[in-house]
């Protein structure tokens, strides 16, 4: 079984920036896919953005041009820069994996809020 730790989560101010992390342990030989997702009150869980193992990257169009997904060079970190962030930001964050000889695993959620 993978794991997914999350950090990073906060309160942030509309205009403002917020990084965060996501640990993978477990005997992992690949990731094929390793992401975000957010999920706000009484709304479904969308797709924030992707990254595949060919370093190719998949964003949600709210999140174009202010949000980037990377990874550490241990490739078991990624993070969730965010940049520009918005009151409509304001969700629970999950990242998420799917690794090779693995089912999808999620985080555990992190809280981001922003407001003034």
């Known amino acids: 079984q993978v794991q997914l730790v999350e950090s990073g989560g906060g309160l942030v101010q509309p205009g403002g920036s917020l990084t965060l992390s996501c640990v993978a342990s477990?005997?992992?030989?690949?990731?094929?896919?390793r992401g975000w997702y957010r999920q706000a009150p009484g709304k479904q869980r969308e797709l924030v953005g992707v990254?595949?193992?060919?370093?190719?990257?998949n964003y949600g169009d709210s999140v174009k041009g202010r949000f980037s997904i990377s990874t550490d060079n241990a490739r078991n970190t990624w993070y969730l820069a965010m940049n520009n962030l918005k009151p409509e930001d304001t969700a629970v964050y999950y990242c998420n994996a799917l690794a090779v000889g693995f089912t999808r695993s999620w985080g555990q959620g992190l809280q981001v809020t922003v407001s003034s």
């Open positions: 477990g005997s992992i030989s690949r990731f094929y896919v």
């Open positions: 990254i595949t193992s060919d370093g190719s990257t």
